[in-house]
């Protein structure tokens, strides 16, 4: 979802690349709501980090704790940042229950992202 704000939110202004720790694809849930706010996600896959390492990134974020901990060092980062948000993928609850979670966590990296491209076009 941090991928899809900060591609539609930073348009023109940013590239993104997106990575996991244990890259898979995206939740259906997390495709749906962001669908729900005009943002279409269904053709992202994430990569292993291990393939960005040795680029040349103006800012590295991290946006869960494992993600964190896991994470290989950057060198050529100009900057890491960690902005953790809460897993809404619970696999003891139901879709229907889910889906208010998403949302929440969706709408909190929308703001988040706005933040932060705010930030760096200072």
């Known amino acids: 979802m941090a991928d899809g704000w900060l591609r539609r939110l930073g348009a023109g202004r940013v590239e993104v690349a997106s990575a996991g720790t244990r890259p898979g694809g995206v939740h259906p849930l997390a ?14 896959t994430s990569e292993h980090v291990d393939r960005y390492v040795d680029e040349p990134f103006d800012v590295v974020v991290t946006v869960c704790d494992r993600a964190k901990e896991q994470c290989p060092i950057f060198p050529r980062a100009a900057r890491t940042l960690h902005q953790p948000f809460r897993d809404p993928d619970d696999p003891s609850k139901s879709n229907d229950e889910l889906l208010p979670v998403f949302r ?9 992202a706005k933040r932060l491209l705010d930030e760096l076009a200072d």
């Open 31 to 44: 495709i749906r709501v962001m669908e729900e706010a005009d943002v279409d996600i269904s053709s992202h």
């Open 104 to 112: 929440e966590v969706r709408d909190e990296i929308r703001a988040w």
